[in-house]
């Protein structure tokens, strides 16, 4: 092909050396590429090598929980079992804290009894306490001597300090033989611990 170039010799020669630049340029890019390809594919043989790594980490993972699994039931239901236990033993410690000592009660009663007075019986019923006792007194002062006791068992902070209150109730007098004797009842109530 014949090629006609009418330029002056000036621009010829600053479009054959921009000509010739871009065979250059064009020339560096093909011995580029191979190399940028070979880098991009060798990156994906990495990652996929390192993806299946993982899938059969993840495998070898997931066989050993499942070897795992019974124990990891059992270690569970002990767990919920010790849980239980705590709770129940919280709740007997509650209680033993909470409970009166009435083996204590009854000797505090018998150290705190004035003389002529006895009892005759003492109950019980939720936090209902009744104490039915006589007393008999040679210089008829029965009254005072069940105030006594009324008194000894308040002043008694080891005894008194289950009860929120114990107050006396009916008093009737009654002769036996030739002595007066008066019956009398005091209740109180018991403290809620709750």
Same mark, same amino acid.
């Given at each position: 092909?014949?090629?006609?170039?009418?330029?002056p010799?000036?621009?010829?020669?600053?479009?054959?050396?921009?000509?010739a630049?871009?065979?250059?340029?064009?020339?560096y890019f093909?011995?580029?590429l191979?190399?940028?390809?070979?880098?991009?594919?060798?990156?994906?043989?990495y &990652?996929?090598?390192?993806?299946?790594?993982? *899938?059969?980490? &993840?495998?070898?993972?997931?066989?050993?929980w499942?070897? @795992?699994?019974?124990?990891?039931?059992?270690?569970e239901?002990?767990t919920?079992?010790?849980?239980?236990?705590?709770? %129940?033993?919280?709740?007997?410690?509650?209680?033993?804290?909470?409970?009166?000592?009435?083996?204590?009660?009854?000797?505090k @009663?018998?150290?705190?009894?004035?003389?002529?007075?006895?009892?005759?019986?003492i109950?019980? *019923?939720?936090?209902?306490?009744?104490?039915q006792?006589?007393?008999?007194?040679?210089?008829k002062?029965?009254?005072?001597?069940?105030k006594? @006791?009324? %008194?000894?068992?308040?002043?008694?902070?080891?005894?008194?300090?289950?009860?929120?209150g114990?107050? &006396?109730?009916?008093v009737?007098?009654?002769?036996t033989g030739?002595? %007066?004797?008066? %019956?009398?009842?005091?209740?109180g109530? &018991?403290? *809620?611990?709750?």
């Amino acid at each position: 092909m014949i090629e006609i170039n009418l330029l002056p010799e000036e621009v010829k020669s600053k479009a054959k050396a921009k000509k010739a630049g871009l065979g250059i340029k064009t020339k560096y890019f093909l011995y580029l590429l191979p190399a940028v390809l070979i880098i991009l594919i060798c990156m994906h043989l990495y &990652l996929a090598i390192i993806n299946i790594f993982n *899938s059969i980490q &993840l495998g070898s993972l997931n066989k050993q929980w499942q070897q @795992l699994e019974p124990q990891r039931k059992a270690l569970e239901a002990s767990t919920k079992e010790q849980t239980t236990l705590s709770q %129940d033993v919280q709740e007997l410690q509650q209680l033993t804290k909470n409970r009166i000592n009435w083996s204590q009660k009854l000797n505090k @009663l018998s150290l705190l009894l004035p003389s002529g007075v006895w009892f005759n019986e003492i109950s019980v *019923s939720g936090r209902d306490f009744t104490l039915q006792g006589s007393v008999v007194s040679l210089q008829k002062e029965e009254v005072n001597l069940i105030k006594k @006791l009324i %008194d000894n068992l308040r002043n008694d902070a080891d005894f008194f300090r289950d009860f929120a209150g114990l107050e &006396l109730g009916s008093v009737q007098k009654k002769t036996t033989g030739s002595y %007066d004797v008066a %019956d009398f009842i005091l209740s109180g109530k &018991l403290k *809620s611990n709750d």
